[in-house]
């Protein structure tokens, strides 16, 4: 089974990140390898044998206390007190998967709703273009309620749009006036 895990960018401020680098090692090999319950279903000398050469049992037995006992580092409370895994019957159990699960859930859904957002503003900026174009054209009688409000919304806009050029025309009239009376005067 091919899996994946959230790995985000804090982990490097993470007290995991003072340690040797073979815990370290070792625990992302874990993260990678275990299933969507969270659990690494591998016993050491097989966490050892994917963890890369170099990595003896003994090894990771040692990373394997590591992870699992209180972390020293940090004196703030922490959830498990610190612990990153936990032996469990199957295997091992990473301990905050399920709120990395959760972090990644909301992060995809915000990502969506944006998505959805873009997509809705290029369809209204797309409608509002058309409305402006054919503004003459179009009998407003014949439009569904939906397409009425989306008509008379673009109509607004149009009229806001042109309103403000027509104040910067006037503006502009104005101050191109005052240069020529400054000028006759002089």
């Known amino acids: ?3 994946w895990a959230p790995i985000w960018s804090t982990i ?15 625990f992302l090999t874990m993260l990678a390898l275990k299933d969507a319950d969270h659990i690494v279903r591998l016993n050491a ?30 004196v703030g409370e922490q ?14 159990l990473v301990l905050n998967g399920d709120k990395y699960r959760s972090m990644v859930q909301l992060e995809m ?6 998505k959805a957002a873009a997509v809705q503003r290029e369809k209204q900026r797309v409608m509002d273009e058309i409305v402006a174009a054919n503004a003459e054209r179009i009998d407003p009688e014949s439009l569904s309620p939906a397409q009425r409000k989306r008509y008379n919304l673009a109509m607004e806009k149009e009229y ?27």
């Open 45 to 74: 000398y097989q966490i050892a044998k994917r963890s890369g050469r170099n990595k003896s049992e003994v090894e990771v037995l040692e990373a394997l206390k590591v992870l699992s006992s209180p972390d020293t580092k940090r």
């Open 12 to 26: 490097v401020d993470s007290s995991i990140w003072d340690e040797d680098d073979f815990v370290v090692k070792v």
């Open 160 to 186: 806001k749009k042109r309103s403000k050029l027509v104040e910067h025309q006037g503006a502009c009239a104005g101050a191109v006036q005052a240069i020529n009376d400054g000028l006759r005067e002089a």
């Open 1 to 3: 089974m091919k899996s």
């Open 109 to 114: 859904k915000r990502a969506r709703a944006r």
């Open 79 to 92: 959830e498990f007190e610190g612990r990153r895994i936990k032996m469990v019957e199957e295997g091992w």
